[in-house]
């Protein structure tokens, strides 16, 4: 069955920055478009970054464009996000998924960005 497991959150300060990774399995991960998203507290999901299956290609959206970047590694069945210039707004947990509003996602890897 499908499995998505996510990890790497932790507890980082203003500025900072995070690799969180997503190790897929129980599909065709190299035919997949994959997704970002995450619920901050109190709020719903939100979507933040696609990557196409060849890599070539992503979307973001505005909340994080320009600090973060997804990616992908076919040959590992995963999946990537690498998030820079944290700030507190990004606290949530973050999620992969098979599409923009959370399909099959794992069980999520908080983020905590506090000072």
């Known amino acids: 069955q499908v499995q998505l497991v996510e990890s790497g959150g932790a507890l980082v300060q203003p500025g900072g920055s995070l690799r969180l990774s997503c190790a897929a399995s129980?599909?065709?991960?190299?035919?997949?478009?994959m997704f970002w998203v995450r619920q901050a507290p109190g709020k719903g999901l939100e979507w933040l970054s696609t990557?196409?299956?060849?890599?070539?290609?992503?979307e973001y959206a505005d909340s994080v464009k320009g600090r973060f970047t997804i990616s992908r590694d076919n040959a590992k069945n995963t999946l990537y996000l690498q998030m820079n210039s944290l700030k507190s707004d990004d606290t949530a947990v973050y999620y992969c998924?098979?599409?923009?509003?959370?399909?099959?996602r794992g069980q999520g890897t908080q983020v905590t960005v506090s000072s």
């Open positions: 998924a098979r599409n923009r509003v959370g399909a099959n």
């Open positions: 990557i196409h299956t060849g890599s070539g290609i992503t």
């Open positions: 129980g599909f065709t991960f190299s035919y997949s478009w």
